[in-house]
């Protein structure tokens, strides 16, 4: 990963500028794309072999350690390159990109909390995640995080009922 992982980026960088893809876009969706590819493709074969709960649950569990395991040791991995214990300050870019994400996660949820996966709530979750990158000015980015909001508070609203019997579970 040490040898290959500066090439890869700069490769990236620069077939982007090629392109006219904002470099910060590429960097923050593309290579964690990138990476998580196998778990994409396993999760793709698993579904197309009628396997259905075994690829959302690798799904599930690949979105659970980005946000733990992976988001958690990063000031860590920052101390430990020489950071100060005060944490990574974040700038205005990755401030709003931080709460992009995690309203997808928000909707996400909401999508799964009656444990079942429509068509629609698929195809709207891929349309809503693609439509985001010709658009890389923050405001408009902010502006998709409150869509992400808005249809997530829609869908625990319409699943309220499943809610109490998932906060039991975790007390369980």
Known sequence: MLIAAEPF???????????????????????????????????????????????????LSAKVNQWTLLVGSLPIAFMA??????????????????????????????????????????????ALFAAQFPFPDPAVRLGFSAAYAVLALGLLLRSRRELPAIAGALYR
């Open 81 to 126: 390159g020489g950071g100060t214990a005060s944490g990574i300050a974040l700038d205005a870019r990755q401030t709003e990109e931080f709460i992009l994400t995690a309203a997808q996660t928000i909707l996400g949820f909401a999508v799964l909390v009656d444990l079942r996966l429509a068509i629609w709530e698929s195809v709207a979750l891929l």
């Open 9 to 59: 980026a700069g490769a990236l960088v620069a077939g982007g500028k090629e392109l006219g893809i904002d470099e910060f876009l590429l960097v923050q969706w593309l290579a964690p794309l990138a990476s998580e590819a196998p778990e994409l493709l396993v999760a793709a074969v698993l579904a197309l072999r009628g396997h259905d709960d075994s690829a959302l649950g690798m799904l």
